[in-house]
């Protein structure tokens, strides 16, 4: 490791932020566009691709969406498309699309990864090279750089529980921990705990408890969740809550998941993927904003959306983050879907990691609408996916 994220507020004024945003993404995309190929942009109907894209004003855009509609961002990219006009090349993907290409997928990424966007942007990067475009720019940073994630700030509930004086907060949540799930009890034990104890972001898909009792016991003496946080927290002692949070995502979540994807994904298909928020120029001046600039009065990304202002219209910089949301949910509710996992979590190699009884219950409990394990389904499929590709079908 050759540099460090250091996050100190130079309390500068708004409008000198803003200033200093455009000048340094203006740059950014000078030079992460010099190629001896034509150049395009990955584009979805939020602001980080959206302004990376007017700023590049490429020749073709690039767009996948889902057959589902609340999942199908590629109106709104389309939409900034013919108001700049520029050519959008978008296409429609289902689940036959995606769990037909889930052993593909896992094999490219090397090593179980149960990010479910992951999907998608196999077959967006693969949208770009069948276009004959081979260098293409996307958004990834200005998430973490600029407090993009929901998550960074407090939710109603939290905001109200921290109007209570600390002694009777942090009992309760004290207690609360030791309780059978309620009605709130995320919300007390994140209101009236530390960040360093409640926030691992993404990541949290099962707690600890749950995944030990899914596990065999021979996989149950990993490292605890606060063995990895814990030496990345102790590097930003003193800093408020949404520093915090931003640091964690930079070191752990950015790293190990949205860049791994996005490089392993584009290079499946020899797309060269570059990230102009992620120029070190760039975060320089992300270092120096303080965290009410970036989340202000709810709304995330607050001066990199004023920045954008200048240059996209009202709908897409105020916009609120969808991400690459992937209608799971849903498909494991089909019959299809569901023999599709169900046929994963009988196989024979299942005995030697999981109780089989046990995450055949969490897909059923799911199927039936009893509750919502999707994410924990595709955690558990992606693996029995990657060791099913990489030690049954390899070594037949």
Not at 44 to 50: A, E, M, Q, W
Not at 292 to 320: D, H, M
Not at 326 to 351: G, H, M, N, R, T
């Amino acid at each position: 490791k050759y540099w460090e994220v250091d996050f100190n507020d130079q309390h500068k004024t708004l409008e000198e932020n803003i200033a200093d945003i455009r000048a340094v993404i203006d740059d950014s995309v000078k030079m992460h566009k010099q190629s001896d190929v034509p150049v395009g942009s990955f584009l979805s109907g939020g602001v980080d691709s959206s302004y990376i894209t007017e700023r590049l004003m490429p020749d073709k855009t690039f767009s996948i969406g889902f057959a589902e509609d609340t999942f199908d961002e590629t109106t709104h990219a389309e939409d900034l498309s013919n108001i700049l006009n520029i050519e959008n090349i978008k296409r429609t993907i289902d689940a036959d699309d995606c769990l037909g290409m889930l052993p593909t997928i896992q094999y490219h990424m090397d090593e179980p990864q149960s990010n479910p966007s992951t999907m998608p942007l196999y077959f967006l990067s693969k949208l770009v090279k069948d276009n004959d475009v081979t260098v293409v720019l996307s958004g990834e940073g200005a998430d973490e750089i600029f407090g993009g994630y929901e998550w960074y700030g407090l939710d109603e509930g939290q905001k109200k529980l921290k109007k209570l004086p600390n002694f009777i907060l942090k009992p309760a949540a004290s207690l609360a921990k030791h309780l059978p799930n309620f009605r709130g009890k995320t919300t007390l034990l994140r209101a009236g705990r530390p960040v360093e104890e409640t926030f691992i972001g993404q990541a949290l898909v099962f707690e600890e408890d749950e995944a030990k009792d899914i596990l065999n016991s021979d996989y149950q003496q990993s490292r605890s969740v606060k063995d990895i946080t814990d030496k990345v927290y102790s590097l930003v002692q003193g800093k408020d809550d949404v520093t915090k949070k931003q640091f964690l995502d930079i070191k752990l979540f950015m790293a190990g998941d949205i860049l791994q994807k996005a490089d392993k994904m584009s290079m499946a298909h020899s797309l060269e993927l570059r990230v102009p928020f992620l120029d070190k120029e760039v975060m320089k001046v992300g270092e120096q904003i303080g965290s009410e600039q970036k989340i202000t009065n709810g709304t995330t990304k607050y001066v990199l959306r004023k920045a954008a202002e200048k240059s996209l219209p009202e709908e897409w910089f105020k916009r609120k983050k969808k991400g690459f949301p992937v209608p799971i949910k849903l498909w494991f509710q089909e019959e299809k879907y569901y023999q599709f996992v169900k046929e994963y979590f009988q196989a024979d190699y299942v005995d030697q990691f999981f109780d089989r009884e046990k995450i055949n219950q969490l897909l059923d409990d799911h199927y039936q609408g009893v509750v919502n394990n999707a994410r924990k389904i595709y955690t558990v499929l992606v693996f029995l996916v990657w060791y099913k590709r990489y030690f049954i079908d390899e070594v037949a």
